[in-house]
């Protein structure tokens, strides 16, 4: 029988949170009930004994252990010297999101959850062969997390209604161009019932 956790993508307070500098990914999540959606799915997840585990990201004020120099994103966002720092109120997860039986898997460079963290082997060590992602973004993390699981071996779905990206019409393309060929979409709606 198929072992599912929920993998949550950087659904944390500098990011679409109150402490955020991503107002219009944070518009684009009020738009589609992101946070809404999520809570919901994720209230499901554990009333159903699924494994949730936040994948979050930070770093370090020293950038040890991050690459900072290969990517422009990532270069214009450390501009900001304080930005998602390790210890700060940044990098935790949004409160309507948390549970204290849930897991955490940080990273401290990439885009993907799975590069230079324990997440395969957490998985594993749960008996978990399929993943069901949400959260944040559709430009890069969601794509990332997809790919690297499928390549992994797990089977993916995406919740199609929790996840988001900017801007709209690039998100959508995304969900239609790349994660139909990687993962099944369904919404919150058709998990909630499948795991009741």
């Known amino acids: 029988m198929e072992r599912v956790a929920v993998l949550v993508m950087e659904m944390q307070r500098g990011v679409v949170g109150d402490l955020t500098k991503f107002p219009e990914l944070v518009a684009a999540c009020t738009r589609h009930d992101v946070v809404a959606n999520a809570a919901r ?6 009333s159903a004994g699924l494994p949730v585990i936040h994948c979050t990201a930070a770093f370090r004020p020293d950038r040890a252990g991050s690459h900072t120099g ?3 994103f ?7 010297p304080d930005h998602m720092l390790e210890g700060t109120p940044a990098i935790e997860v949004i409160p309507e999101l948390r549970d204290d039986g849930d897991l955490e898997s940080r990273r401290h460079h990439g885009f993907s ?3 230079g963290t324990a997440l395969d082997m957490t998985l594993r060590s749960l008996g ?12 890069l993390g969601i794509p990332g997390l997809a790919l690297e699981a499928v390549n992994l071996g ?7 209604d929790a996840v ?3 801007p709209e019409d690039y998100a ?6 790349t994660i139909s060929l990687l993962a099944t979409r369904a919404s919150t709606a058709d998990l909630v019932e499948a795991w009741k």
């Open 41 to 46: 799915l994720l209230h499901t997840a554990r």
């Open 70 to 72: 290969n990517c422009p």
């Open 154 to 160: 797990y089977r993916v779905t995406v919740v199609k």
């Open 128 to 139: 978990v062969s399929a993943v069901v992602a949400l959260g944040v973004s559709l430009n």
């Open 164 to 166: 988001a990206g900017i």
């Open 172 to 177: 959508q393309a995304v969900m239609r161009n």
């Open 113 to 115: 959850p799975f590069t």
């Open 74 to 80: 990532i270069v214009s966002l450390l501009k900001d």
